[in-house]
Each structure stands twice: as structure tokens, then as C-alpha cells.
């Protein structure tokens, strides 16, 4: 696998060795150990989740205080603009954000570890992505920050309006959120 550092080097971009011939295709999605070899560190992973979403749904951007998660992405269907945002205080590198296409067709895969908040819009007509996290889900612990927040000012490659959901379309700005 070859992992690529992005411009907030905990954020990892993990492109797998694909196999590919007539039959189809063959690659491993997953390999603990070299997974925490590539990041440095180790993780343990405790809850796999997957979702689908149709074109131009917007979902983040949200991460958890107290029981934080780390998310290793990935999209097995479809196409969509992922976003990691650094909300750990004492980083020099908060409030700024990478963005990455992840796709079934690319096969890459987004390493976003805790103390970041993450969102995605979904580009083509449906997307499903599967991801690994760090932490249980904890909805009392759950946050959200806009994701069209001024302060952050991300550049989503949206047509119109996107589609949100009631709890994403009442979050918070980032300052508000963060201080």
C-alpha cells in the first residue's frame, strides 16, 4: 500500500495495491499491522459503519468531544469529496482543512484521526461508504460544526444547495463550537 501524508501530515491518504485482470479486481482493504506501521502508531479499531447517500447530500461536519474518533474511510460505491478539519487546540495546523475524492473506482482511502471533524458530499447519483472508527458512537458526546462556515471557508464542490440533514442544517460555527 502506499500512504501519502496530506497537507496536515495526520491526515493520511492510504491508496491500496490493486490486482487487476479480466476476472475483475483483488486488493486488501485492511492490514492492522501494516495500517499502524504507515500511521506511526498504534489503533485500535472498534466499530465498522456504512452509509449511502445520494447526489449532493452534505453530511458533517461532525466529530465527538470526550470519546473522540478516529475514522479510516473509504468509498465502495460512487463518488464523493471527503473533508478532515484539524479542531485540536494546541495544533499548528487548527482550523485548516484537506480535502480528498475518494470513489469505488480510485479505491482510496482516508485516514482522519481523532480531534478532527469530518464531512462529505456525495458527487454522483448514489455513494456508499464503509469506515472504521476508533471510538463507539456516542450521541451525547456528538458535535457538528456548519459546513458552510465563513471561518473555515471550504471550497465544496457543490451545484445549488445541498441536501443536509435537520441536525446538520442547526449546527454550530466554528468558533462558537470550538472556544
Known sequence: MK???LAIPEVCLIEPRVF?????????SF????????IGREVTFVQDNHSRSAKNVLRGL??????PQGK??????????????DIRKSSPTFGQWVTEI??????KQIWIPEGFAHGFVTLTEHAELLYKTTEYYAPECERCIRWDDTELA???????????????RAAQSFLTLIF
Open 20 to 28: 487487476v485482470d479480466d476476472r475483475g479486481f483483488f486488493f486488501e
Open 62 to 67: 461532525h466529530y465527538q468531544v470526550e470519546r
Open 102 to 107: 475518494l470513489s469505488a473506482e480510485n479505491k
Open 72 to 85: 479510516l474511510v473509504r468509498v465502495v460505491q460512487g463518488e464523493v469529496f471527503d473533508v478532515a478539519v
Open 154 to 168: 471550504i471550497k465544496w464542490p457543490l451545484i445549488g444547495e445541498p441536501r443536509v440533514s435537520d441536525k446538520d
Open 3 to 5: 500512504v501519502t501524508r
Open 31 to 38: 492490514n492492522q499491522r501494516q495500517f499502524n506501521e504507515a
